[in-house]
């Protein structure tokens, strides 16, 4: 199994915005705000992205018909915001986060803003992963020994269609790599990577 690269434009930044998905955006990030100066101990590994981009790129994504089905998975869910956005685009979507007070924001937040998406507390890397000792080697950003919440999802990894993750720099091919062994043919990730932007793959 390979995975493919597939390009995002360059102008992706200009693409336009729906009211809606820009005042979801300014909600979040003032929670977010409050959220990270309040909360005690610090969650050092929820760090939140460029929301207006993924938003963009799920835009783009959709109108060009990229993906296989409706299903998408926010891995590392943070506060939810890129599950809500993909709600937002009429997208299944579902956010995994493995801070419990981190899910109660996204449970706030999906039903302040009337969006269906569905948050679970617990860890994305699904318990069958082979090699998962090698693969967490110096991955310190990720919780890699904890119970997966698929069950409870009723979705195996296998049946969503878009992934989205934020890692950590020098994490990414962890995602790339379960993403890799667990997606289905067809599958597409999304992962941001702070300054150099977005990178969508699909496994073929
Ligand atoms: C860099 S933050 C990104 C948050 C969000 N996706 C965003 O873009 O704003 C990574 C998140 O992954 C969560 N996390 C780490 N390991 C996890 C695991 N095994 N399962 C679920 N969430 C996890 C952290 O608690 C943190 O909130």
Known sequence: MALEQINLPDDLSTISQTATSLQLIKLADNRSDIFVKSSQPAIH????????????ALTWILDNY?????RFCELGSGMGVAALLASNHRMESVGIEIEPTLVEESCLLARELVLPTRFYCGSFVPRN???ILEL?????????????????????????????????????????????QCAADG????????????NLVRKI
């Open 136 to 180: 967490s080697q110096g991955i310190e950003h990720v919780v890699t020994d904890e119970g997966d919440v698929y069950d409870d999802i009723g979705l195996a990894p296998s049946e969503f269609d878009l992934f989205f993750a934020f890692p950590w720099p020098g994490e990414h091919h962890f995602f790339e790599s379960i993403f890799q």
């Open 45 to 56: 590994n929820y760090v939140p992205c460029d929301f207006h981009l993924v938003d963009q």
């Open 187 to 198: 599958a597409c990730l999304l992962t941001y990577q702070g300054r150099d932007g977005l």
């Open 66 to 70: 990229l993906l296989t089905g409706n």
């Open 129 to 131: 992963v082979a090699n």
